[in-house]
């Protein structure tokens, strides 16, 4: 009864996690470990609470049975190991638990890949109807009054300018917008969205995973500036194409603005860059990181782990070894 | 499939250039001098994008006769306002280069940005 237990728990504390995790301005200054460390914060937490529906399934799983014969017997250990309480009936709920939890994650990344595929699908064609490329950038210019520049992620990538943008910004201005939209599709960025919004899909009332969400879109921006500042070299350059941009295509104030907030510490960042982190430090969460994600699985696997050494169960494994 | 993304592309813009409504057979020629195309081909795309509904038809003798449901300019502004609008949603489709600022948030966008610039240097205010 541990094994869920401890599973469980660890599951309730990084869910924590989250908040504190928000508010470190070590995440900002490292944005791609930001990154990594939400994926594997949001990720730790379905395996764990997935793995603690397994555990508590175990006993009734045929596949205990095959793993007692290769261990060449304690089938009994092994299952007082994972035992429960409720015995059977909290085993069969455990087992449709995690086949619940397991089939929604899937769904739900499903659904999240091809609604995308769709619409990008969609914009495709009418942008194909509405743009035209430029033949020494290669980037697709869309007459419009509006200053703008986005790219289209996926199989057909494309980067797109409205051509009220290519007026307000310089040759560098442009090469730096340019570089941050290369920079989303080299880094697979959508996929990083695709995933937190499958998390938020699969779980909407775990305030977590929307957090997550948040902060991931916020995260590939600020990824994204750092590539398009070729090391330190034009970080102004990011920095004023953006208040350009911003300056000439203000939205109207009651239209579809968000707050400028999130665009306001990406120019703040940009122009008095914070020290990059410690190589150390660097290391450490990178551990850190790994370890969220291996340690539901080391408990999952301890019990059985701790029958092979127990010496009432005698292992003979096979000869090579 | 490109193919014919790119000959419905050819097809609206000269749609978009023409005043009066045109048949299959104007636009074939229209289309011709670069492209060997057969009548069946730009009749089909053409349909396609009736079925779309970028094109409305009305019965001229045993044929029709094309124009399009939008001016150009309509079908831009809406294309880019659903650009825009995805700007604030968090699908995965687009990746913007920066959200739209309600205008209150400018000026300090433009002061993060001189404090670090030094004195403006040419740039007035």
Redesign the interface.
Known sequence: MTTPVLLITFALLATLAGPLLKGRGWVDRSPRLGILVWQALTASIVVSVILASVSLALPVMPVLGGLADFLQACAMVLRAQYSTPGGAVVSMAGAVMAFVLGARVLYCLAI?VM??RR??KE????????SRRDPTTDVLV???A?P??????GRRRDI?F?TAALRVLDEQQRQA?LR??LA?LHGH???V??GA?AWVRAFPRIPIFAMA??EL?RL?ELA?DDRAAAGNDSR?TV?????R???A?????S??????????V???R???PAAPLHRARVALTMVAATAMLALPVAVTATPALATVQAQTCPVEFPQSV | MHHL??L??AI?DLMWSRSAPASVREILVGLQPERELAYMTVKTVMDTLHR?G?LMREPDGRAFRYRPTRT?EQ???A??G????S??D?????????????????T???E??N???GPPAGTTQ
Not at chain 1, 255 to 264: I, N
Not at chain 2, 82 to 85: K, S, T
Not at chain 2, 93 to 99: D, G, K
């Open positions: 999240e609604s995308a619409d990008r914009h495709i064609g009418s942008l194909s109807l509405v869309v007459d419009h509006v703008t520049a986005y790219c289209l992620p797109v409205t917008v941050h939209e989303h960025h959508h996929l969205l695709i919004n969400r948040v879109g590939v994204a102004l920095a004023s194409a953006l208040v941009l911003a300056e295509g203000h939205a109207p104030a239209a579809l603005a968000a707050s400028g907030t999130a665009t306001l990406r120019v703040r940009l122009a008095a | 993304g790119h419905e592309s609206m779309k970028l150009r079908y831009t502004a294309h880019m659903e650009v825009l609008a700007g604030n968090r699908r995965a489709t687009l990746l913007h280069f920066l959200e739209q600022i309600p205008a209150e948030d400018l300090q966008l433009r993060a940005l404090q670090a610039a």
